[in-house]
């Protein structure tokens, strides 16, 4: 199985920069999806972005040019760097850990918090 730890959330004002991390460990497989997602109350959870073991990526409309998912293999963590924020990113951003075989299965991190706010 595998287990997802996230870090990196926080407080930052509009323009401003955050750098969230997620963590995996537990067996792992060669062929998967990672992403990152998003939700706000009353509102369905959204894509944000995505990377492949064979290192395709791909963003939501929304976060393109701002936004710029990457992994670090040796750490076994995959990065969503955040520039120039907005108060429509405000939301709780969720780590995916999509495996791929023998079976498509998703698996979670705990979410953290983004807040921009001036």
């Known amino acids: 199985q595998v287990q997802l730890v996230e870090s990196g959330g926080g407080l930052v004002q509009p323009g401003g920069s955050l750098r969230l991390s997620c963590a995996a460990s537990?067996?792992?497989?060669?062929?998967?999806?990672m992403g990152w997602y998003r939700q706000v109350p009353g509102k369905q959870r959204e894509l944000v972005a995505i990377i492949t073991s064979s290192s395709t990526t791909d963003y939501a409309d929304s976060v393109k040019g701002r936004f710029t998912i990457s992994r670090d293999n040796a750490k076994n963590t995959v990065y969503l760097q955040m520039n120039n924020l907005k108060p429509g990113d405000t939301a709780v951003y969720y780590c995916n850990y999509r495996k791929l075989v023998p079976q498509r299965y998703d698996y979670w991190g705990q979410g953290t918090q983004v807040t921009v706010s001036a």
């Open positions: 537990g067996s792992t497989v060669s062929i998967y999806v």
